[in-house]
């Protein structure tokens, strides 16, 4: 499959040298890119913030901000970081190469540069742009529809927010590899998201429900991961969404999965899942402060539900927190 190629492609080439930028804008306006010249590093930088840009190519030495120092705050922010950035220096040492590839460059070209050489790294970076844009489109769909399911309940107002948040900071404390963080900041959003299957009558019923309503709610986990299942980027996010509602003594759902053999990323969601339940307003009862919600989930441990460490480990975590953002 190949990307459509459009000719609005924005590029924005920086270089203080003003035949440089004259040639590369000419060059590439004749492919029908649109084109946004800057001068120096931070008219580039500027430029990001107030344009639609594709794909940056930025000379390393510049006045203001070297190609080096826009790259990484490029790259730093999230708005941004998936922008193509080629560095076209006229350097050849190796460290310049490494500097460039601790900044987040995607590519990068010598001077003087080669005309067909640019145009294919130009051509194949929009190409994986254009791929790439397609994936976040798909991902922000999704988080999306798990937030407007989140928002038919009042009582759950910024819940996913949090449990991101609590949760991305639970597995820092514990030491877990980026791809677990990223994963858990997807699954706090989209955890929920098979609730979409379950009629509102029964999903926003205040008061106990009939066994017949239990087994609808309870195949949200499935029917969340099915969802969730053709977004590639998302399969570990996956295990997360199927287990959060399985307990340590095998008596949750969907498997019915005990101790260790419910994945970690999806203990953690739990733990604090849990607690921002306990720690929110519900129909009926008022919330519970840290001290109560936490003896509460040590009375559930004793019962065999939660996992004690994880729940020891994020208690950490709470407290270490100034009161005023515990929520
Ligand atoms: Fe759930």
Redesign the pocket.
């Given at each position: 499959m190949t990307a459509p190629e459009s000719p609005q492609k924005s590029i924005l080439v920086a270089d203080d040298d003003a035949a440089v930028r004259e040639l590369l804008t000419l060059l590439l306006e004749d492919r029908g890119y649109s084109v946004l010249p800057c001068e120096n590093g931070a008219e580039a930088l500027q430029r990001f913030e107030t344009e639609q840009i594709d794909l940056a190519l930025l000379d390393v030495m510049m006045p203001n901000l070297t190609g080096f120092e826009v790259c990484e705050s490029v790259k730093s922010d999230p708005a941004t970081r998936l922008v193509p950035v080629v560095l076209i220096t006229g350097l050849s040492q190796a460290e310049d190469r490494i500097r460039g590839i601790e900044c987040g460059a995607d590519d990068f070209l010598s001077k003087p540069v080669n005309k067909e050489e640019l145009l294919a790294r130009v051509k194949s970076l929009l190409r994986l742009k254009h791929f790439t844009d397609e994936l976040e489109h798909a991902e922000s769909v999704l988080c999306s529809l798990a937030l407007s399911i989140e928002a038919k309940d009042p009582y759950t107002e910024g819940h996913c927010e949090r449990l991101s948040k609590y949760s991305v900071a639970l597995a820092g404390r514990l030491g877990l590899p980026e791809e677990d963080r990223v994963a858990l900041r997807r699954g706090g959003i989209v955890?929920?998201i098979?609730?979409v299957a379950v009629p509102e009558h029964i999903l926003l019923k205040p008061g106990p429900l009939t066994a017949e309503e239990r087994g609808v709610i309870e195949q949200?986990?499935a029917v969340?991961e099915r969802v969730c299942s053709p977004l590639k980027s998302f399969r570990h996010v996956l295990p997360i969404i199927r287990h959060?509602?399985e307990r340590q003594d095998g008596s949750g759902y969907p498997d019915g999965l005990q101790g260790r053999s419910i994945p970690l990323t999806a203990r953690i969601l739990q733990t604090v899942?849990v607690y921002d339940a306990l720690t929110t307003d519900r129909p009926y009862r008022k919330a519970l402060r840290t001290d109560g919600a936490f003896e509460v989930m040590r009375n559930e441990i004793r019962r065999g539900w939660w996992d004690r460490e994880l729940v020891d480990e994020f208690e950490a975590v709470v407290r270490e927190m100034p009161q005023e953002v515990r929520k």
């Open positions: 955890h929920d098979g609730k949200h986990p969340g959060h509602h899942d």
